[in-house]
């Protein structure tokens, strides 16, 4: 999960930055998997979060100090790039993070502080311009900032198009990270999704399939749901487009903060009826692809997931 970390650090760990140059990738993987955006800094000034940052302290007052400090820390940052390249199975994906505008070195310094194996290191390319990766991976990415650009990126960029006025999107292919186990993720072929929150918020997701079916049973699904939630589900459109399947939501700002409303008075825990729209389908969706064999498990075998050195199997002495 480190990788996963490295991508939130790049959010948060930044000063005041200026734009990036539009449609700059250079520092891009030529073969990246997955890349995105995200302008902070439209989404903390825009109506509806300030409304929600308001409602929020309001339960809470300890909520104001908090976002007075994510503010002073990232208020200004305009937009953070990201490029992801999937390493095969068991590794952990490579990220690459363009940022820009005028950062203290002191703040830069920390977005690779605590690292574990003190791979991460953040260059400078010009006074408004950081980048931010690892090794080898990362001296590539200050080689092509340094030259123009060659008109070649990646398919994933090529996807991303119709998002780029999204505050944040992503485009490509989920790359495969140990320890995640997600089962949609073995039908999933490729996804665009584009998000946008300023006086209301707008929802955009293609989500790739492994066929036709695949996809009709997961927009079917979709709607299923929206009968059980009426208010929220006259939002969706869904429609299946091949082996993809398409859904788009507007929901007016104050439905949304209703929503959040709704489900802080609810208290931890509370599942937010924004969730409900996919939270009944996406996570027990089954693919309609034959399934690989499962591998043997003997009666009485204990795996344990998720530790370092891999998976462990421990079979306990028979009683006598």
Known sequence: MRSLALISCFLVGSAAFAQVPAQDWRFAHPGATLVGSFRLKAVLNSPLMSTLIAEATSKDPSTGMMVGLIRSSVGGVSEVRFSVRDMGKGKDPDVLALVTGVVDDAIAGAITQGKTQGKTE????????????????????????????TGLQARSLDRSKALANHDLWIAGTIPEIPTMTIPMLDSLRGLALGITMQNDLSLELALDMDSAKTAEDLVSSARRTQKQQPGLGAALQSEVD??????????????????????MEQGAGAQSPLAGLFGESLPTFKSSAPAPAAPANP??????????????????????
């Open 122 to 149: 953040v260059r400078r390319i010009d006074a408004n311009t950081l980048l931010i990766g690892e090794g080898p991976s990362l001296d590539d990415a200050v080689a092509r900032m340094s030259k123009p650009a």
């Open 242 to 263: 091949g082996s993809t399947a398409r859904f788009r939501i507007m929901l007016p700002g104050e439905q949304v903060i209703q929503a959040v409303k709704q489900g």
């Open 299 to 320: 009666k009485g075998t204990i795996k344990i997931y998720g530790l370092e050195e891999g998976t462990r199997e421990i079979t306990p002495e028979p009683r006598h």
